[in-house]
């Protein structure tokens, strides 16, 4: 993108710093919340568990003890009954703690202790697996998150004294419960009797999580910005800070020409080594200008105490030197005519331009055996000149260049 190719350094550096730290943040915040969810889930099962075994406990408490007090049922005593009375107490305590608990049974006795659909497949599950001690899943219950809960009750001896052979019951269960229509008499010891059920609300629990997490987050969101603080300063010290010195320098070197400019080394670490580098190629360009501009001062002496006009020209006719002589001789300052077409200054004729020049002066020299021609020149101020010319081909570097020597003549041109 355009726009981000634009930014500087600092910021692109900053920017993909803060997107990476973003991505962990991100990363951290979702394990978190999974981490903290499953704590979550794991203390809903641990007191649902808890509730449960302590309602099936007090049932076999109430069980032992009826028998060993040799208690004998009857109606009047009907809340005493181990599974009546642990229900009884397990709803009271739900009551108070937000939850709801029921013991159910598929073959129940009380509408009330019926199975909904979830309990009634998980009765199914415990009837199926002897080993299996509990079993829970999340679920909704108007819209609130509900943990489902449920831990099985297995028959003994005392279950089986209102719910094994019907002959067997007491009389108050048998006159309550018809021997011939209710399907809770005929269990055996270790079939599964049923199971209690609780619902707990996550609620409170959610809210807890919630809280938690605000307060991971708001600390993680401190380290987040804490680390792009320190690493921005740390960029704009290590990396773009140095660059911009770097980037100034070559900006002034390009604008000035003086390459007498040096940068304060730091190291041996990449930018060290970059500035150490830019450091030496100003150094040694420098070097290598001053060299050439001493032989171009010796150059330019030596071609300026030349007693002829003496211009160089590349193939395609535009002039790269002039000395002294010519400036005299033509009337132009060595700045005016340096880029301009040969043609304009010596030409037999003008308009054909630099390449039939050459041309025409390298076949008459070469059929006058390098003698001197006398042509017509120009100039600045439109006079025309009788010029002797000669003409002289180098190279260097791979580049072709023309020199040619004049002098006035006096008298006609040829």
């Not at 007693?307 to 790269?320: A, N, T």
Request: proline share 4%.
């Amino acid at each position: 993108m355009p726009q981000l190719r634009n930014l500087s350094l600092f910021t692109k550096t900053t920017l993909a710093t803060a997107l990476i730290l973003v991505l962990f943040f991100g990363v951290m915040a979702f394990w978190t919340y999974q981490q903290k969810r499953q704590d979550m889930l794991e203390e809903a099962v641990t007191r649902a568990r808890l509730i449960a075994s302590e309602t099936v406990q007090t049932r076999e408490y109430l069980s032992k003890h009826l028998r060993l007090g040799q208690v004998r049922l009857s109606d009047e005593r009907y809340a005493l009954i181990p599974i009546v009375a642990s229900n009884r107490v397990g709803q009271l305590v739900a009551q108070e703690g937000g939850f709801r608990l029921r013991q159910i049974s598929d073959r129940f006795r009380n509408p009330d202790n019926a199975p909904d659909g979830f309990e009634k497949a998980v009765l199914a599950s415990f009837a199926e697996n002897p080993y299996m001690r509990e079993s829970y899943a999340l679920t909704e219950e108007d819209d609130v998150p509900t943990l489902r809960y449920l831990q099985p009750f297995r028959a003994d001896e005392s279950c089986l004294v209102c719910h094994g052979r019907p002959e067997d019951a007491p009389d108050f269960i048998r006159a309550r419960f018809s021997v011939e229509t209710d399907q809770a008499y005929n269990y055996s010891i270790g079939e599964i009797i049923g199971a209690v059920s609780i619902s707990l609300p996550l609620t409170r629990l959610q809210n807890q999580l919630q809280l938690s997490l605000q307060g991971d987050f708001l600390y993680l969101g401190g380290v987040f910005l804490g680390l792009i603080l320190c690493l921005g300063l740390l960029i704009r010290a290590n990396v773009t800070r140095p660059l911009t010195a770097l980037s100034a320098a070559m900006n002034r070197v390009i604008r000035t020409g003086h390459f007498d400019e040096r940068l304060p080394g730091r190291g041996d670490d990449e930018i060290g080594r970059v500035i150490e580098g830019f450091n030496q190629v100003v150094e040694r360009v420098g070097d290598g200008i001053r060299q050439l501009e001493a032989s171009e001062h010796r150059f330019r002496a030596l071609t300026d105490n030349v007693r002829d006009g003496m211009v160089s020209f590349l193939p395609d006719g535009k002039v790269i030197l002039f000395n002294h002589r010519a400036e005299a001789i033509f009337g132009y300052s060595r700045s005016e005519v340096l880029g301009m077409d040969i043609a304009r200054l010596i030409a037999p004729m003008q308009e054909t331009g630099a390449e039939t020049l050459v041309r025409f002066l390298e076949e008459t020299l070469e059929s006058r055996d390098g003698g001197l021609l006398t042509l017509k020149g120009l100039r600045r101020d439109l006079e025309p000149l009788a010029l002797e010319v000669s003409l002289s081909r180098a190279s260097s570097d791979g580049h072709t260049f023309f020199t040619v020597m004049v002098r006035p003549k006096e008298g006609p041109t040829d």
